[in-house]
């Protein structure tokens, strides 16, 4: 199915996502002007992105509101609706329509931290609050670290992983936070042995984004999670693996020594050819990789991309081929379609020679050359 016109704004708020608000505060709160709040926010509403109709509605839900929190918060506690299935084990972020009361406790609520953590905890309950809460974790944060250390324990897994996200270091979309990544790992030691996914998922992204900037702390936290036994050792294999993806990628050793890959396994690169050359920018090249082990062994097989840039400069960039253990004594074949877009909003291709080098385990075993040209050059480049 094509997506065509799809609008993901548009989806998640709309006048039909306002008149479900607006009738939930005029059950909270009699003489609420519900239609006002829908006809004031959905007029706005095209010329706004995601983010801001998530800010606009929160303008036109606080001018409706009381000006002092507590009696807002009592409002904004009596419209949520039910929580969302605290039996599921895993699940989504919940209605986006609820995220607008996120940002009204942030503007509101502010210098007023117990009753505003208490609120966020019972909206997190409905939808994620993981944006909102990290306001009061930079102006509050032995504050809220207090009562993540009991939120790690609460019954609703949606209040546990709120204690990870609120508090991961690169949270996206989010606003950056002071505290220091160190701060939150006595919390992650509590939730890293966590019954759900959807709670050890955000663990593993928590950790991930650490390993970017400290990779021996994560490491060293993934051995003494798995040599503690706490977590059901398939969980922990999955959390160490997503934990560890950037290091993956980047080939460090001890990380592939945790999840089992041998650097020095006994694998010998048998072939390699990359097809067409030259290949036109916007077009596939066709990866074929032949690998042979002397012993059963598993193996994480890379490759990596060296690129021509701007001004004569080179970068690489690191792709997944193939993560499987690989037969004693025979010849395994791996092929692969990679597309070299012309039209991507994060790389920008250049023409020129390139270098395609693959990786088993984090060893390099051999390499081949391609030339990058523009599609005109080919004349009947394949479209």
């Known amino acids: 199915m094509s997506n065509a016109g799809f609008s993901l704004k548009d989806q998640l708020f709309n006048r039909e996502k306002m008149v479900l608000l607006a009738g939930w505060m005029e059950a ?3 003489g609420f002007d519900g239609q006002g709040l829908v006809e004031q926010a959905v007029a706005r509403f095209p010329e706004l992105e995601l983010k801001q109709r998530i800010d606009w509605i929160a303008d036109c839900l606080q001018a409706r ?6 009696a807002a918060a009592a409002v904004i506690a009596r419209a949520l609706p039910e929580p969302l299935d605290p039996t599921l084990s895993d699940d989504d972020f919940g209605d986006f329509i609820l995220a607008p009361f996120g940002v009204v406790v942030e503007r509101l609520g502010l210098e007023q931290p117990g009753p505003a953590l208490e609120l966020l905890e019972a909206l997190t309950q409905r939808f994620t609050m993981e944006m ?7 102006r509050w944060p032995e504050e809220v670290l207090d009562r993540m250390a009991l939120w790690a324990e609460h019954p609703n ?10 508090t991961r270091p690169k949270l996206p979309w989010a606003r950056a936070i002071s505290l220091p990544p160190e701060r939150a790992l006595p919390l992650l030691d509590r939730l890293h ?11 593993a992204n928590h950790l991930n984004d650490i390993a970017k900037r400290d990779p021996e702390t994560v490491l ?6 798995r040599d503690a036994g706490r977590q059901a050792p398939k969980e922990m294999a999955w959390m160490a693996r997503h934990a560890s993806r950037t290091l993956l990628k980047a080939g460090d050793g001890r990380a592939l020594a945790l999840l089992g890959y041998r650097a020095e396994a006994p694998v010998t690169l048998e072939g390699l050819d990359l097809s067409p050359d030259p290949l036109a920018i916007g ?4 990866l074929t990789v032949a690998l042979k082990a002397a012993e059963p062994v598993p193996v994480l097989v890379n490759y990596v991309v060296e690129f021509e840039k701007a001004g ?3 970068g690489e960039k690191v792709f997944r081929l193939k993560d499987t253990v690989l037969p004693a004594g025979q010849t395994v074949t791996l092929r692969k379609k990679h597309r070299f877009k012309g039209d991507a909003t994060t790389f920008t291709l250049y023409p020129g020679r390139h270098e395609l080098r693959i990786h088993v385990n984090g060893r390099c075993l051999g390499a081949a050359v391609f030339e990058l040209v523009l599609p005109e050059a080919q004349g009947g480049a394949r479209r």
């Open 312 to 314: 004569g400069r080179r």
């Open 283 to 286: 077009d596939e090249l066709e």
């Open 132 to 138: 909102s809460i990290r306001a009061f974790l930079n």
């Open 193 to 203: 042995a966590d019954p759900t996914r959807y709670v050890t998922r955000s663990v």
């Open 220 to 225: 060293a936290r993934l051995e003494a999670w």
């Open 157 to 166: 897994y949606h209040v546990r992983r709120l204690v990870s996200e609120g």
């Open 65 to 70: 509101l009381p000006a002092a929190f507590p």
């Open 28 to 30: 909270a709160a009699p």
